[in-house]
């Protein structure tokens, strides 16, 4: 028995109609989308690589779009309205409790996504599908120039005299011990 359903393709919004649901999911799942793209361009023509839709944590069950390993940079291009963006987030009246769910769900998964590069010390960078690409290529690649593992090569080498003096010889912070 079909409860409140209509043959002229009114139904009541109780439950998503299957078909958009689906399309919705497709819609979801679509990489290389354009605003993704277009980033990844400017990105490139800024002289950058990267690697695109990994998972940037090994235990974290989730890719993102633009993966900077060395630099520990992660970069996710979010559409508005998947993401609730709060200028052109929507919020659709149809099927309300279902989106708000599934929305409140994304935007959940999202800061747990935040919370765990923060937590093994990457940086996330959150690209807006209407933010303008050329801007947001510059301050990723400020970012990704700013976290240049440095540090690795200064804490592989031990300290020893030798290193004591040079950096003696280049006016540089040595603590003097007896
Ligand atoms: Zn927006």
Redesign the pocket.
């Known amino acids: 028995m079909r409860a409140g359903g209509r043959e002229d393709g009114v139904v009541d919004e109780v439950i998503p109609s299957s078909e958009r649901v689906r399309q919705a999911m497709r819609a979801q799942r679509t990489r290389d989308t354009r605003p993704e793209t277009t980033l990844r361009r400017a990105l490139h023509r800024r002289g950058l690589r990267y690697r695109v839709h990994q998972r940037p944590l090994p235990d974290l069950r989730r890719t993102v779009d633009v993966v900077f390993r060395p630099a520990r940079v992660a970069v996710e291009v979010r559409?508005?309205f998947w993401h609730a963006?709060?200028?052109?987030?929507t919020w659709p009246k149809a099927n309300a409790d279902w989106w708000a769910r599934k929305l409140e769900g994304n935007r959940r998964r999202d800061e747990a996504l935040a919370a765990a590069l923060a937590e093994a010390s990457w940086e996330l960078v959150v690209v807006?599908?209407?933010?303008d690409p050329e801007s947001a290529a510059d301050l990723i690649a400020l970012t990704v120039a700013n976290r240049r593992p440095v540090h690795t090569s200064f804490r592989s080498q031990p300290p020893s005299r030798t290193a004591a003096h040079t950096e003696n010889a280049c006016g540089g912070l040595t603590e003097v011990s007896d």
Request: proline residues 0%.
């Open positions: 559409g508005c963006c709060e200028a052109h987030g807006w599908e209407h933010d």
